[in-house]
């Protein structure tokens, strides 16, 4: 079915609908279960803006003079082929990776959901606002699309939060999250005035680390809050493992891709690879199309399985 297109004139948009069995007074029967814009689906955030489930990541981007060109390329790359959410940090390469990204966007900002983070030690009140001035200055733009907070550290939730409202106040971020936080900490958010406008919890998930599965996971899903899933190829680590190459052989791809689409198969969660490399790129965005099947699920976790217990969050 087709629906109103917000996204630009030449792109196109379809919406897959369900009908509910929910027949409340005053509930539309259909619900909108996807939305793919160009052929990537969406994802809505808690304001209700959609934004691309896989998105682009830029950890070690930015650290070498030598390769920043190449780096700019890639994410470009992606962003042609729809990955237009891009993760960044002032953390990566000490503010090198905010360059690479702006030299990435130079010329395409209104394509792009752009996303950067402050770190803790700089997370007080007026730590955030001056910290944001610099991400801006470093990514050549008047605003970030979602900011967060990089990890809890000495900083009081409440200063960074007050600080993150400031700035969407002045227009100069528009959405506001926090990463590695686990789920006592999300609470303590959640507590705090305005404190549900958060956007995201970015933490670390993937098949060798599951443990947010066991509560972090659900107890966003009552918030009905994305998370974005960092390190989804746990840099690379995991792709030799056998199981892995298994359910890849049966669909004929990567165990990169498995790895993507044992995430992606979620309709919550996020996904941020960092690729340098063009054919890691086009490979992990063709990820999206994979589905796979309940023996693929069960086979993969046999070899991963889920927690049966609280973990601490994990993070790297
Ligand atoms: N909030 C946090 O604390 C936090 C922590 C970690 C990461 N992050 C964010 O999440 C992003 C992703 O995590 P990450 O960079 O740690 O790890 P990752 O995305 O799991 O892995 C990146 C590594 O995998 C390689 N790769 C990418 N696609 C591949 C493919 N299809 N096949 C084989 N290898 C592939 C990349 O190589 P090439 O670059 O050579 O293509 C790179 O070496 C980061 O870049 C960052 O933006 C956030």
Request: a negative charge; glycine letters at 8%; hydrophobic letters at 45%.
């Amino acid at each position: 079915m087709l629906e109103h297109n917000p996204f630009g004139l030449n792109r196109t948009a379809h919406a897959i609908y369900w009908f509910s069995r929910d027949l409340a007074p005053n509930r539309f029967p259909l619900r909108r279960i996807a939305l793919y814009i160009d052929g990537m689906r969406m994802l809505s955030l808690p304001s209700g803006e959609s934004v691309p489930v896989l998105g682009q990541g830029t950890w070690f981007m930015g650290e070498r003079a030598a390769h920043a060109a190449d780096e700019a390329a890639a994410l470009r790359l992606g962003i042609d082929l729809g990955l237009t959410l891009i993760d960044t940090a002032e953390m990566y390469g000490d503010g090198g990776a905010e360059e690479v990204v702006a030299d990435a966007i130079a010329g395409r900002r209104e394509e792009v959901f752009l996303v950067s983070k402050v770190l803790p030690e700089n997370a007080s009140r007026r730590g955030t606002l001056e910290a944001c001035q610099r991400s801006l200055r470093r990514l050549g733009t008047d605003r970030i699309d979602l900011y967060l907070l990089h990890w809890s550290g000495s900083h009081p939730l409440a200063e960074t939060v007050a600080a993150f409202h400031r700035l969407q106040e002045e227009g100069k971020i528009r959405h506001w999250g926090v990463s590695n936080l686990d789920t006592g900490e999300m609470e303590q958010v959640f507590a705090l005035p305005g404190g549900h406008d958060c956007a995201t919890d970015q933490v670390l998930y993937n098949l060798t680390r599951r443990g947010i599965e066991f509560d972090l996971l659900p107890w966003c899903r009552k918030q009905r809050m994305p998370i974005m899933a960092y390190s989804p190829i746990e840099q690379g680590r995991m792709l030799g493992h056998p199981a892995l190459a298994a359910v890849a052989a049966r669909h004929n791809a990567t165990p990169a891709q498995i790895a993507l689409a044992w995430l992606l198969r979620q309709e919550d969660v996020i996904v941020i690879p960092k690729a340098a490399d063009p054919q890691h790129v086009r490979e992990n965005r063709a990820a999206v199309s994979i589905m796979l099947a309940p023996d693929d699920l069960a086979a993969l976790d046999r070899a991963f399985p889920p927690p049966a217990r609280k973990r601490p969050l994990e993070m790297l």
